[in-house]
């Protein structure tokens, strides 16, 4: 694959700053066993050679559909599921390369919260012993020690400390939610992996949860990988947006870059998707055909050809894997057919390729509201 | 425990078995005679009930109501610590197995696979074969081993399904041990099925120890046990049907009590009940669950 060769180490975050995770051609093949002897008969390509940097103090978000490895991606970099191959560096530590004992060191600093709410929590714990689990652990602290500064994190998150003796069924999903933060900032991390921390949730209570991550990333400087599939959200909580389909990230940008102006066709499908703020404006979707192929057999050359809506699709997008370039600054896709590209259209034509690239942009993914001007699509959370 | 005590079979279950555990604990003071005594060889050998032995007597003029009465003792006593023990056993292979997974698991089931595959009576019989009598003890530690292979597997399924959920993936995530996790994390929540096992398998055991005695294995006389006393009486049931109908009536009531508590748990325990339990709380049900 060329796509992590157009990747120079510590290019992708934005401004140059030094990253505090590196992710590189991270990969993680489910394998699926045929016949009574387990034989291994293909793979399931969930993660396909992913690469991207996290710097400190960031959200990048990463979205994409139901099953296009955003979770497994998550999972992989903190190697609850160990990864295919790839690598994965976190202030500088190989984090694939670590024993049992220095992972478990490591993962004071890596946390993860989960989507859903209600099998995140273990239901014959208290909440007390929930948060004060990561603190026994790790040593942190003992007996009243510990149950000051469960109450103390308990506040932190907007519950009142009285709920420790609590059961986790007595509370509301957006409660449980905040337990599950209050339980992965006890071991005070540097970076969490959220996924999709607001997605069961109603949407009154993904706002106050929204702002509650917001309000911690301010106060402890934590850096974020948001995983999420709410486009409305990602705009508010991101600094930057990577797209994933089929395993493949296609488009990472600057959160206005991406949604002001899209550049791999995929992407702009998506954005034409989100449903428009204000009642009276109009939004024309582009609608794909067909279904995600499975990743177990994913297309040839660019996994998105298939349902590709741009005019300038043809054989060559079939045969070429588009590496994932910087089309503008901070702004990288995988398209041939969005020009500038390494794929030079004589490479294009080589392999079969019949129309030059052409730079497409559908006015309609672009969200613009009444006067014409592109405006940001809105999610303002009360406070 | 009170969503326990609104079934009615719960409450009869409880009540029943209640009153079973009182008569084994208080039985020196209950039992009019002592039980291993033959009273008076030449009058009393075989009598119908009568006022002065309720339950008549066998045919070695002991009475069988304080028979009965003492064999519930050692009847109870093996039920209960076999159960416990083959619980035990089961719930800890079945959660090592189904949260180690790969080669320990593979070697775990088959084991249990093959010994599933032998009827559990006729494995008891060969090792007492191979053995010989082995006493009351031998005999609770024969029953708890060849008790749990069922438990296990159950265990094992519930292992492979808390295993994967976000409160373990959690525990992983903030560095726990693989043994805490599984102390602190799977066995809580994978017990309930081993807890309704356990009360259905007293049953199933007060009946395989009466088996056993009956066969004349285990409960050496003149000890009585329930078996033990159906034994005594089982070639003469047509004429001192007493010594059968008793101790099969006092078995029969006990299992039907484990059973109708066994099904009371179960179904509280349910996983569809837990689901329907966490729905309510949930703002719109899942429809296809």
Same mark, same amino acid.
């Given at each position: 694959?060329? /796509? ?21 051609? $991270? ?11 387990? &034989? ?12 991207? !940097? ?36 976190? *202030? ?23 989507? !859903?709410?209600?099998?995140?929590? *273990? ?16 040593? $942190? ?60 949730? !109603? ?7 929204? *702002? ?7 106060? &402890? ?8 599939? !709410? ?8 600094? &930057? ?29 998506? $954005? ?12 024309? &979707?582009?609608? $794909? ?65 019949? *129309? ?26 009360? /406070? | ?22 008569? %084994? ?5 209950? %039992? ?177 120890? %009466? ?79």
């Amino acid at each position: 694959m060329s /796509r992590q060769t157009t990747i120079a180490a510590g290019a992708m975050t934005e401004g140059g700053a030094e990253p505090i995770l590196s992710v590189r051609d $991270l990969t993680k093949h489910f394998p699926i066993k045929k016949g009574i002897f387990g &034989r291994v008969g293909g793979a399931v390509r969930a993660v396909d050679g992913v690469s991207f !940097d996290v710097a400190a103090g960031e959200t990048l978000a990463v979205v994409g559909e139901s099953g296009c490895g955003k979770s497994t991606t998550g999972r992989a970099i903190l190697r609850l599921i160990e990864p295919t191959s790839g690598s994965v560096r976190f *202030n500088g530590q190989d984090v694939l390369a670590l024993g049992a004992g220095e992972l478990r060191a490591l993962r004071r600093q890596l946390q993860i919260v989960f989507q !859903d709410p209600f099998s995140s929590l *273990n239901p014959r714990m208290s909440i007390g012993a929930i948060v004060r689990e990561g603190l026994t652990i790790h040593g $942190l602290a003992e007996g009243a020690a510990a149950d000051a500064r469960v109450k103390q994190l308990l506040e932190e998150v907007g519950l009142r400390p009285e709920y420790a003796s609590r059961y986790p069924h007595e509370f509301s999903g957006g409660q449980r939610q905040r337990v599950g933060i209050a339980r992965a900032l006890s071991v005070e991390p540097k970076f969490i992996v959220c996924d999709e921390p607001v997605s069961a949730l !109603d949407v009154s209570v993904q706002a106050q949860v929204v *702002n509650l991550l917001q309000d911690l990333q301010r106060d &402890r400087g934590l850096s974020y990988l948001f995983i999420a599939h !709410d486009l409305s959200i990602v705009e508010h909580i991101a600094d &930057r947006v990577a797209v994933m389909y089929l395993g493949h990230i296609v488009e990472l940008a600057p959160v206005q870059a991406m949604y002001s102006r899209p550049i791999m066709p995929y992407t702009q499908a998506l $954005l034409s998707a989100v449903p428009a703020p204000e009642p009276g404006v109009k939004r024309e &979707r582009i609608l $794909l055909a067909g279904d995600v192929p499975s990743p177990a057999n994913p297309p040839s050359g660019c996994v998105f050809h298939p349902r590709c809506q741009h005019p300038a699709r043809d054989a060559a997008c079939a045969a070429i894997v588009p590496p994932l370039e910087e089309k503008a600054p901070g702004h990288w896709a995988a398209c041939i057919k969005q020009p500038p590209s390494v794929v030079s259209w004589e490479a294009q034509r080589a392999a079969g390729g019949t *129309n030059p690239p052409d730079f497409y942009l559908p006015v309609s993914a672009l969200h613009r509201s009444a006067d014409g001007a592109p405006r940001a699509h809105a999610f303002t959370p009360p /406070r | 425990m009170q969503r326990l005590l609104r079934d009615p079979r719960a409450r009869v279950g409880l009540v029943v078995l209640a009153v079973v555990a009182l008569v %084994a604990l208080l039985a020196p003071v209950i %039992a009019p005679y002592d039980p291993s005594a033959q009273l008076d060889i030449a009058r009393l050998h075989g009598r119908p009930p009568s006022l002065a032995h309720p339950l008549g007597t066998d045919p070695y003029s002991r009475d069988v109501l304080s028979r009965l009465i003492h064999g519930t003792r050692i009847s109870l006593a093996v039920a209960l610590v076999a159960v416990t023990l083959s619980m035990t056993l089961g719930v800890v292979v079945g959660a090592v197995a189904g949260y180690a997974g790969g080669l320990v698991d593979t070697v775990l089931m088959r084991v249990v696979d093959a010994a599933l595959s032998i009827p559990r009576l006729l494995l008891l019989i060969i090792v007492v074969a191979l053995w010989g009598d082995v006493g009351v003890v031998g005999l609770t530690l024969l029953l708890a081993g060849t008790g749990w292979f069922a438990v296990s597997r159950i265990v094992r399924a519930q292992t492979l399904v808390v295993r994967e959920l976000d409160y373990v993936t959690s525990a992983r995530a903030l560095g726990a041990p693989p043994a805490r996790i599984l102390v602190r994390h799977v066995l809580p929540n994978v017990v309930g099925p081993g807890l309704v096992a356990a009360t259905l398998a007293i049953g199933n055991v007060i009946l395989l120890e %009466a088996g056993l005695s009956y066969l004349g294995i285990g409960i050496r006389p003149p000890a009585a046990s329930w078996g033990s006393i159906i034994q005594d009486g089982a070639e003469r049931v047509s004429d001192l049907w007493w010594l059968t109908f008793f101790p099969g009536l006092a078995i029969l009531i006990t299992v039907f009590a484990c059973n109708a508590l066994g099904d009371a748990l179960r179904d509280l325990l349910d996983p569809r009940q837990l689901a329907s339990r966490d729905l309510t709380a949930r703002s719109a049900p899942t429809p296809d669950r």
